[in-house]
């Protein structure tokens, strides 16, 4: 049978949203296999699945358990295009230090930002999820990145955010480091009240804005 990209994409969407993490593998190789790019099966195939999650469990749809079985088929096609994401023949662009912040253990939005941010040349240091603010602060100390990043998906732990940029201030550190932030509830104003050099709304758009803050840095 040949293969039809839209139906590809609209198969890899339900598996996210049926939780099936084999068919979820299956059709990113596939996907990968016809020559579709891991950036395009990301925003039409597995994310638009994630969207349709998020909007049925908000609406009492669907339950934790089953967006626990999302999150795997989400992860199990991410594993697969992490090669294509990170693949680069650039010089280092500057080193990240990124992170979830405290309270908040959603990871998958922050890993694709560090993908695409390894794909466009840069070094990062992966803290992982539910980040203490003492830890990035010791990161900052110890790594000296030219960016530190946070993700936060919750509306209640978007003020660690700002406690770890106080913390860097308190520290003497903020001068020497760019603060860029992101996560589905966090926003360009809050940002900027925060006292972060940036906002991105999504994963290509950090990378952009990484590239613009690692040249300031620099100059
Ligand atoms: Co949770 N969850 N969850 N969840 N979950 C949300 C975030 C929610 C919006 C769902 C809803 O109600 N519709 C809601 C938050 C409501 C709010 O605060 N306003 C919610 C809730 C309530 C919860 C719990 C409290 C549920 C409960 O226990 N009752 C609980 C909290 C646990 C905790 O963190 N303490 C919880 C748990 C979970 C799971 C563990 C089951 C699972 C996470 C699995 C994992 O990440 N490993 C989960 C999931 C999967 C979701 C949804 C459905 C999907 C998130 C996702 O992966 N999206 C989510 C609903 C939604 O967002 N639609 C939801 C896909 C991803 C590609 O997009 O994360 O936005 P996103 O990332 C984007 C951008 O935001 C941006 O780039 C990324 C890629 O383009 N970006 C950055 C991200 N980080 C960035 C950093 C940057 C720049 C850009 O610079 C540094």
């Known amino acids: 049978m040949s293969f039809d990209k839209k139906i ?3 198969l890899a969407s339900n598996s996210v949203i ?12 596939e996907a990968l296999a016809n020559g579709i790019t891991a950036k ?10 994630m969207d349709v999650v998020g ?6 749809d669907m339950f934790l358990p089953e967006v626990l079985l999302a999150a795997r088929a989400m992860k199990a096609g ?9 693949k680069s023949d650039i010089k280092p662009a500057g080193k990240v230090v990124i992170g979830t912040v405290a309270g908040d253990l959603h990871d998958i939005g922050k890993n694709i930002v560090i993908y695409m941010l390894e794909g466009t040349g840069f070094t990062v240091l992966d803290l992982g999820i ?7 602060i010791s990161a900052v100390q110890q790594h000296q990145p030219h960016i530190l990043g946070m993700s936060a ?20 550190l903020r001068e020497g480091v760019k603060v860029i932030v992101g996560g589905a509830p966090v926003t360009e104003h809050f940002a900027h009240e925060i006292g ?24």
């Open 8 to 10: 590809n994409f609209e």
């Open 18 to 29: 049926r939780g099936n993490d084999e068919d979820a593998a299956q059709l990113t190789q």
């Open 40 to 49: 395009e099966f990301l925003d039409f195939g597995l994310i638009p699945g």
């Open 55 to 60: 909007a049925r469990f908000r609406d009492g």
């Open 78 to 86: 991410m594993e697969l295009l992490k090669p294509e994401l990170s």
């Open 130 to 136: 539910n980040v203490a603010t003492e830890t990035f």
């Open 153 to 172: 998906f919750l509306t209640t732990t978007m003020p660690a955010m700002r406690q770890v940029i106080e913390s860097l201030q308190k520290s003497n």
């Open 196 to 219: 972060s050099d940036a906002y991105a709304e999504d994963a290509g758009t950090a990378v952009t804005i990484c590239k613009r803050l690692a040249r300031l840095d620099n100059s």
